[in-house]
């Protein structure tokens, strides 16, 4: 794993724990507290979308998405646990599946690799 890739799974556990730890202070965590949570987890992997694409693109404009960032943040312990879900989303989901990738070439490459020579020569023998 890359070191980006560490930092922004951190960041994101953090601002995810951040978000918990502000959920904690408040004293009522309802069913309408959990609903709100898992909706705002489109908008924030909407942004995180349109971040990447801007600092790709324009990094100077990432300097606004920071400061929009930083207002949900202020606003809502929601926000706080939505984008901490999807950074750490963002970064676990490819990793995972390089993991798997990893975990079954491993597998094939235990097995012997049979040519198209012996395929033919066995359904030959077969009939």
Same mark, same amino acid.
């Given at each position: ?95 995972? &599946?390089?993991?798997?990738?990893? &975990?079954?070439?491993? &597998? ?18 077969? &009939?």
């Amino acid at each position: 794993m890359q070191w980006a890739a560490v930092v922004a799974t951190t960041l994101g556990v953090l601002w995810f724990l951040l978000g918990v730890w502000r959920f904690a202070m408040r004293t009522h965590f309802g069913g309408y507290d959990a609903l709100r949570c898992l909706l705002a987890l489109v908008p924030a992997a909407l942004l995180l979308l349109v971040f990447d694409y801007v600092l790709h693109h324009a990094p100077l404009v990432t300097i606004m998405l920071l400061v929009i960032a930083a207002a949900l943040h202020s606003a809502s312990p929601v926000w706080d646990v939505a984008l901490g879900a999807v950074l750490v989303a963002a970064v676990a989901g490819p990793a995972i &599946k390089e993991w798997r990738e990893e &975990k079954s070439g491993a &597998k094939a490459q235990d097995q012997p690799a049979t040519t198209a020579l012996e395929e033919s020569g066995r359904s030959e023998e077969g &009939k």
